[in-house]
Each structure stands twice: as structure tokens, then as C-alpha cells.
């Protein structure tokens, strides 16, 4: 069974771009989550999408925006790139996103920010 | 004072020594997550908590709810288990998880 796939796993960018992350999930998994990883902040929740809905969201500025399709696939959307978006961005799938169910993730996509 | 708390920060140890990674946190949680995460960043779902103690392999995890504290303990370490773990609780407030700084860990031979 495949795992949680990320593309690109790397990205230079500089400010005032915009940026957007993919993430495939496992299989039958439902629920996406997407994560930012700073040395500074940790691990950060940025949102959750199931069913193409999105359940829940972290405490990020509107520039960070995501969708699920169809087929459980998520994009993920940062517009007007700031320095301090320079991150590893992770995703990670669960079969409905309850707390007491795995989370399965991706390798990241570095995101560096010129 | 943050949600999710761990000692040590980092912690460094020879092989074959017995490990224990502390983790307390202050919100109400319906679960709690072991997370271990290598260089280059992959992270590995260890162990899911909502109460008692759980083991696989060299790894055992316990969670005392009403003290708000688990931990993870590795018996005989190895330098493959040199990586970073995190605590993440899912929050009954937010509903989501909350992460814990986590644990560098370095196994010496």
C-alpha cells in the first residue's frame, strides 16, 4: 500500500510569491491534515480537510488556504510568501481523523523563502 | 506556559541504556500520540494513548490521565533509535492535535 505522498519535496520562492503544496493520501483515507514544522514554533496544525470539507482549522493568517478533492487529495496554498514561511511542510492522513486513529505522514515539502 | 511540555529537550545515551522521555500537558485530551521523527524530517506514528500502558517491540508507553503525563521508555537503545519524539495531544478544545517541542535523542555504540 502506497504511503502519504508530497510534491515537490522542495521549493525555493521568494517574497510576494504564492506557493502551492500537494499531498496524496493513503488509499481510503479521508481526512487530511496539514502541519508547518519551524526550528523556532515546532510542529503547528494548520488545517484538517474530510470529504472535501474543511473540519478544522489552526490559528494561521487567511494567506494559508487548502481544498481536498474528490479523491482525497489536498492542495495546500500560501499566497504573498513571507520570510517567515520558510518551513517543512507536512501532511498526514488518517482513515476519518478521529484522535484515536493513526496519522500516517508524508516526508514534507521544504518550503525556503529568499 | 505552553500545552504540551517534554524532558529532556535533548538527551544523549549509550548503547544498549534504558531511555525514558517525559511528557505532560495541561488541556483535556481524548488522546495522546508518540511521533518519531528522523533526519530529514519523515515522522512515524509510535503509539496512540488514551489510557494504560502500551508496548511494541523495545518500546513501551504509558499515560496517567489524571495526571496529565506519559511516557515513552525504550529498552535496550540502539543508535538506530537516534531521532527526534514528540508528544502530540489531541485536544478536546480545539480538536485537533497540539505538539509537544520534542525529545533529541543520540545513541551512542
Known amino acids: 500500500k502506497a504511503g502519504v505522498t508530497q510534491t515537490p519535496r522542495y521549493l525555493i520562492k521568494t517574497r510576494g510569491q504564492q506557493v502551492t503544496l500537494s499531498c496524496s493520501p493513503i488509499s481510503g483515507h479521508r481526512s487530511v491534515s496539514w502541519y508547518q514544522q519551524t526550528p523556532g514554533q515546532g510542529l503547528q496544525f494548520l488545517f484538517e480537510y474530510f470529504s472535501e470539507t474543511q473540519r478544522n482549522k489552526g490559528n494561521f493568517p487567511g494567506r494559508f488556504s487548502g481544498r481536498q478533492f474528490s479523491n482525497s487529495r489536498s492542495e495546500m496554498n500560501v499566497s504573498t510568501l513571507e520570510l517567515g514561511d520558510s518551513a517543512l511542510y507536512l501532511c498526514?492522513?488518517?482513515?476519518?481523523?478521529?484522535?484515536?486513529?493513526?496519522?500516517?505522514f508524508g516526508d514534507g515539502t521544504r518550503l525556503s523563502i529568499l | 506556559k505552553n500545552e504540551v511540555e517534554q524532558s529532556p529537550q535533548n538527551l544523549t545515551a549509550q548503547e544498549g541504556e534504558f531511555i525514558t522521555i517525559n511528557c505532560s500537558y495541561s488541556?483535556?485530551?481524548?488522546?495522546l500520540h508518540w511521533l518519531q521523527q528522523h533526519p530529514g524530517g519523515g515522522i512515524v506514528s509510535l503509539f496512540m494513548?488514551?489510557?494504560g500502558k502500551k508496548k511494541h517491540g523495545r518500546l513501551i508507553a504509558t499515560i496517567n490521565i489524571q495526571e496529565k503525563h506519559s511516557s515513552l521508555h525504550i529498552t535496550a537503545s540502539h543508535p538506530r533509535d537516534s531521532a527526534v519524539y514528540i508528544c502530540?495531544?489531541?485536544?478536546?478544545?480545539?480538536?485537533?492535535?497540539?505538539f509537544g517541542p520534542g525529545t533529541r535523542l543520540s545513541v551512542l555504540p
Open positions: 488541556v483535556g485530551i481524548s488522546a
Open positions: 498526514a492522513s488518517s482513515l476519518a481523523g478521529h484522535s484515536n486513529q493513526p496519522q500516517h
Open positions: 502530540a495531544v489531541f485536544s478536546n478544545y480545539g480538536q485537533n492535535f497540539v
Open positions: 494513548l488514551s489510557s
